[in-house]
């Protein structure tokens, strides 16, 4: 009985962390350059999975329920203090598209950002099947036109490489995002030398 009130209460607790809604249909739209069609003349748009309830869809199954809680709250925080709204996807099938081509479709389909600011920023990670160009691990980070200017796509490659890189060699997945949501936060807030 006192496991099953821990265990209501931890999905409760994680329910209410991870609720905020990170699609609506009338927001702005990331840039995209891919028109990719799939077999059977289903276009990218239709293969592409639909949008969460939460702003965290791991698809791979790579996280574990600590890592995804720590996500969830650093993703919740930088839209509750209104500096953006995240995405972040782990998927192991972008579909034939580059993955920032990915990263950029799949926010414009979740209607990524709020409307008003365009502020949406969303990653994608690929993780490392094996040492073959086709298993190699990707990640991306598209952002909306209202953050071009504050995160460009150079700050986007440097936070991978300096930020992702590191830990994805450890397979530390979860860490990995945890510290580019911190140096993405640390740069709209300002704070750009952490």
Not at 165 to 187: H, R, S, T
Request: charged content about 30%; some cysteine; glycine content about 8%.
């Amino acid at each position: 009985m006192k496991n099953k009130s821990i265990i209501t209460l931890a999905v409760a607790i994680l329910l209410i962390v991870v609720l905020p809604a990170c699609r609506d249909n009338s927001k702005g739209s990331q840039s995209s350059t891919s028109t990719t069609t799939q077999e059977k003349g289903q276009t990218v748009d239709d293969a592409m999975p639909a949008a969460p309830s939460f702003p965290l869809l791991d698809m791979v199954g790579i996280l574990n329920q600590k890592d995804s809680i720590e996500i969830s709250k650093k993703i919740k925080e930088l839209d509750s203090l209104k500096l953006a709204q995240v995405a972040v996807v782990i998927t192991d099938d972008l579909k034939g598209m580059d993955v920032k081509d990915y990263a950029t479709k799949l926010g414009n389909n979740w209607g990524v950002g709020h409307k008003e600011t365009n502020n949406g920023i969303t990653i994608v990670v690929k993780p490392k099947k094996d040492d073959t160009p086709e298993g190699g691990g990707k990640a991306a980070i598209a952002t909306g036109s209202g953050m071009e200017k504050i995160i460009t796509n150079d700050m986007c490659k440097r936070i991978i490489q300096e930020e992702m890189v590191p830990e994805f060699k450890q397979d530390k997945y979860g860490e990995a995002i945890e510290d580019a949501l911190d140096k993405i936060k640390d740069i709209l807030t300002g704070d750009k030398d952490k």
